[in-house]
């Protein structure tokens, strides 16, 4: 896996630290460190490699938390060269030698190193849609029409020819909760899609800095949201745009602080993409002139007033 050296310390602080997307990334100034001079020492490679280095850290700003500063998917697995030209939309020729440069020990700027199983982690965007799009194994095969022979059973051995009966739910936790179920006059409508409940808690933790505990009834909650399509594909938008929200990280009346239960409820999601929780300027901030809109106004006015004094000392009559 090719990787960025020390990017945390480098290229970030303790604010993008708790962004879940960056809409910027810290660069060092100046033009005198060694893996500078050295990779300017090649000529147009050289010049040529500092951009595909620049182009790799912008694109890994965007990354979540966990895999920011490597060049990997979400879940941890490392791109090929091939793969990491895609994502910077640069040809791979190009690529290949720039990270031969960049990996230089002379250079240092990144490093390639073999990649280990436990850095790969389950990811709600890499799991498949559906229970039934996943391969089974060949004793779960049909055998006949309405039944599958099961594993280590004899021949009279019989299952539900459906391929969702493959994947149980997690321990303790039925298909369908009291709590959160269809109403009662409608049928139960069967789950097909994995609940990937790690790789959400995981996300919502790294979001707002939090340790959260996957309890039975938090399970439960979850499942009922993921039942639905919107839900599914608009969560990790909803952690985006909230991440940075000051109110739910306590800065409210009462030093509340958000919690895991309090984001799988029904609404939530629905109301930090509306930016419910978004940080927002009081009034008396505004008017104070703190903004940086206000400071930029000031700025503009002094140069005006600079300018028209000017005007008026070369005009005829004016001051010697």
């Known amino acids: 896996m090719y990787r960025i050296v020390k990017w945390n310390e480098t290229f970030e602080n303790a604010d993008t630290r708790k962004r879940v997307r960056l809409g910027y990334f810290m660069v060092p100034s100046g033009s005198d460190s060694a893996g500078y001079i050295e990779l300017m020492s090649h000529g147009h490679d050289g010049v040529t490699a500092f951009g595909v280095f620049i182009a790799i850290c ?112 997690p321990s303790g936790i039925s298909d369908f909760d009291d709590s959160e179920s269809d109403p009662p006059d409608k049928p139960p409508t069967q789950i097909a899609h994995v609940v990937p409940y790690e790789a959400i808690r995981n996300r919502f933790d790294e979001t707002f800095g939090l340790a959260s505990q996957l309890t039975e009834k938090r399970r439960k909650a979850l499942k009922a949201r993921w039942r639905d399509s919107w839900w599914r594909e608009n969560w990790e938008a909803a952690l ?4 940075p929200s000051a109110f739910l990280r306590g800065a409210n009346d009462r030093n509340w602080v958000i919690d895991f239960e309090f984001f799988v409820r029904p609404d939530t999601v629905t109301k930090m993409l509306e930016g419910k929780y978004d940080n927002r300027k009081s009034a008396n901030h505004r008017q104070a002139g703190n903004t940086a809109a206000a400071r930029e106004d000031r700025n503009a006015a002094a140069f005006a007033a600079c300018f028209a004094a000017a005007q008026t000392d070369d005009a005829p009559g004016g001051p010697e």
């Open 240 to 243: 985006e745009r909230a991440g």
């Open 58 to 169: 912008q694109w890994s700003a965007t990354c979540p938390p966990r895999v920011r500063g490597t060049c990997s998917r979400t879940d941890g697995r490392a791109l090929t060269v091939r793969q990491i030209a895609a994502a910077i939309r640069m040809d791979v020729s190009i690529v290949q030698r720039s990270l031969e440069l960049l990996c230089n020990e002379d250079v240092g700027w990144m490093q390639f190193e073999e990649q280990k199983p436990e850095q790969i982690q389950p990811s709600a965007n890499d799991l498949p849609p559906s229970a039934g799009n996943l391969p089974l194994p060949a004793e779960n095969l049909p055998q006949g029409e309405g039944e599958v022979k099961g594993k280590g059973e004899g021949k009279g051995g019989k299952e539900p020819a459906d391929a969702s009966a493959a994947f149980a739910a």
